[in-house]
């Protein structure tokens, strides 16, 4: 079974805007990461969140991790159309599982 | 530096074939990981390596499917007999440690298999 869940499944927005997924997880973690799959490819990873960290940023990506709550969220700022893509948040345990991902179109 | 290779990129097969992929993950790399993404889902997690050792393959259909490492470094991973619902993308990956210790994990591009 999945272990992440990530709100919304879709989202777009124009270009310039910011975008915010959720994700949502069960069970205790050692870190969550962050990937994007860009159609037909394999999986870029972004930023990865320690679980005794609470934010970090990658240039125009800001994570967010709240263990109380098991959520995360990601935050790209000044979206751009080569932004496009599924994003998708993986918990790492002993094992990396990854939820369904949401599907970001970023419009022009 | 080289990463993730995987092959062949696609496969069309009619059910009740073999199939087999391969992937050659990023060296020095001692996690391997295959997963199955299903068009429009997330990957779900078939089996993991440590070294030449499972870690986990909990969700493998090990009625059909069957994976080895070898030498702790390449993989195969096998159906047989492939059935219409094994229709998916095949990802390998790899990464430097056990994911619980905080290392990123590095994907190759994929089989997409389709069964027909």
């Known amino acids: 079974s999945q272990q992440g869940e990530e709100d919304p499944q879709a989202l777009s927005i124009q270009e310039g805007e910011n975008a915010t997924m959720n994700c949502s997880y069960k069970?205790?973690?050692?870190?969550l990461q962050w990937y994007r799959q860009n159609s037909g490819r394999g999986l870029v990873h972004l930023i990865l969140?320690?679980?005794?960290?609470r934010e970090k940023h990658s240039g125009r990506l800001r994570v967010t991790l709240d263990t109380s709550k098991k959520s995360s969220s990601l935050l790209i700022t000044a979206s751009r159309a080569a932004d496009t893509a599924s994003y998708f948040c993986?918990?790492?345990?002993?094992?990396?599982?990854f939820g369904e991902g949401t599907q970001l179109t970023v419009n022009p | 530096e080289a990463g993730v290779a995987q092959s062949p990129r696609y496969k069309i097969i009619e059910k009740r074939q073999s199939v087999a992929f391969w992937c050659n993950p990023i060296?020095?790399?001692?996690?391997l990981y295959w997963y199955q993404q299903i068009l429009g889902q997330g990957p779900k997690l078939l089996i993991q390596?440590?070294?030449?050792?499972?870690?986990?393959d909990s969700q493998l259909p090990k009625d059909r499917f069957s994976a080895e490492r070898l030498k702790g470094v390449d993989s195969t991973l096998k159906i047989q007999p492939a059935k219409l619902e094994d229709s998916a993308v095949y990802l390998c990956?790899?990464?430097?440690?056990?994911?619980?210790?905080?290392?990123?994990?590095?994907f190759g591009q994929g089989t997409r298999l389709t069964v027909v």
């Open positions: 990956a790899s990464s430097l440690e056990y994911p619980g210790l905080n290392t990123e994990a590095f």
């Open positions: 060296s020095g790399h001692a996690t």
């Open positions: 993986a918990t790492s345990g002993s094992r990396l599982t």
């Open positions: 069970t205790s973690i050692n870190n």
């Open positions: 390596f440590q070294n030449n050792g499972v870690v986990d």
């Open positions: 969140i320690r679980s005794n960290e």
